[in-house]
């Protein structure tokens, strides 16, 4: 399941992302929000996502205007990992490298196509399941721990 929120400042680009994966034939979950309201937090969208991520497989994306808040926000929950998608190359990286299952976008700074290919990228892409990327990932659970 792929489930998806925006805040209003990401609204537009979360209704493209929408039709991209209906184009594409993928299942997903629309957490809101359900219009662009000015007066909304983002934090509150990022929260819905983050809370259903934890199956093998689910992911989640996550819009705003700087992609940045919602990107913080999510990693504040243990079985995230979000990273900011800016790039393919580091799109693919991250999800090779770090295995994240919650990618953020910066709807003020995507171009539209930019943006689709970045998702693809990011839906597509497995986890290169090396030892040492394994390793890596499993400190991250102890970093609040300070194991």
């Keep these: 399941m792929i ?3 925006a805040d209003h400042r990401g609204f537009e680009l979360k209704e ?3 039709s991209w994966l209906l184009e594409w034939n993928l ?4 957490l809101g929000n359900d219009q662009p309201d ?4 983002y934090p509150d969208f990022a929260r819905k ?4 991520l934890g199956e093998i497989g689910d992911k989640g994306i996550v819009v705003c205007g700087s992609g940045v808040g919602m990107d913080i926000c999510v990693n504040r929950f243990p079985k995230a990992r979000c990273g ?3 790039a393919l190359g580091q799109t693919k990286a991250a999800r090779n490298d770090d295995d994240i299952n919650c990618l953020a976008l910066a709807a003020d700074f ?3 196509e930019v943006a689709k290919e970045i998702i693809d990228v990011f839906l597509t892409t497995e986890f290169s399941k090396e030892e040492k990327k394994i390793r890596r990932i499993a ?3 102890r970093v609040d721990d300070s194991s």
């Design 110 to 112: 995507l171009d539209e």
């Design 139 to 141: 400190k991250l659970s």
């Design 27 to 30: 299942e997903f979950e629309d």
């Design 38 to 41: 000015p007066e909304d937090d």
């Design 16 to 18: 493209k992302i929408k």
């Design 49 to 52: 996502v983050a809370e259903k």
């Design 84 to 86: 900011l998608g800016y």
């Design 3 to 5: 489930y998806l929120a």
